[in-house]
């Protein structure tokens, strides 16, 4: 977990910095998070550590790299009804359990996190780094 999530998520953005850096040029990194960055649930201990981590690496690339130009932001997605979360959403309780936990009552869409990563990507953002957004349709909040 901690490989694919993390370890892979370090390696990937050291090479695109590697190359804006040679190139001296500005660019833009966007890394996915989770909810899990800052909550928890029964048995995520391992995904919850590791996108933990996407939120502190996502912070201290920020800082690293604001000199040349680079900048860092991640998305934390709540839950998106995706195929790789059916087995989630195809779970009556686990379905109402997310619908009733969620100010939208919804589970979001793949569309939901196109849009705040087309912002992150645009020129609209260029005064944010270091910055984890939170698409979960108010999850966190009622925290």
Do not use: C, H
């Not at 502190?56 to 680079?70: C, E, S």
């Amino acid at each position: 977990m901690l490989e694919i999530n993390l370890t892979a998520v370090f390696a990937m953005s050291q090479a695109f910095a590697r190359q804006l850096i040679a190139a001296q040029r500005p660019g833009k990194v966007i890394n996915i998070a989770s909810l899990m960055t800052s909550a928890s649930r029964p048995t995520t201990a391992a995904y919850t550590a590791s996108k933990g981590g996407i939120g502190q690496l996502t912070k201290a690339l920020a800082v690293d790299w604001a000199g040349k130009g680079i900048l860092v932001n991640a998305i934390a997605p709540g839950f998106i009804r995706t195929g790789m979360t059916g087995p989630l959403w195809s779970d009556a309780e686990f379905d109402a359990w997310v619908k009733k936990r969620t100010p939208l009552a919804r589970w979001g869409t793949v569309e939901d996190i196109a849009r705040p990563a087309v912002f992150l990507a645009s020129s609209a953002a260029d005064f944010m780094t270091g910055q984890v957004m939170y698409v979960d349709g108010g999850w966190l909040s009622t925290f």
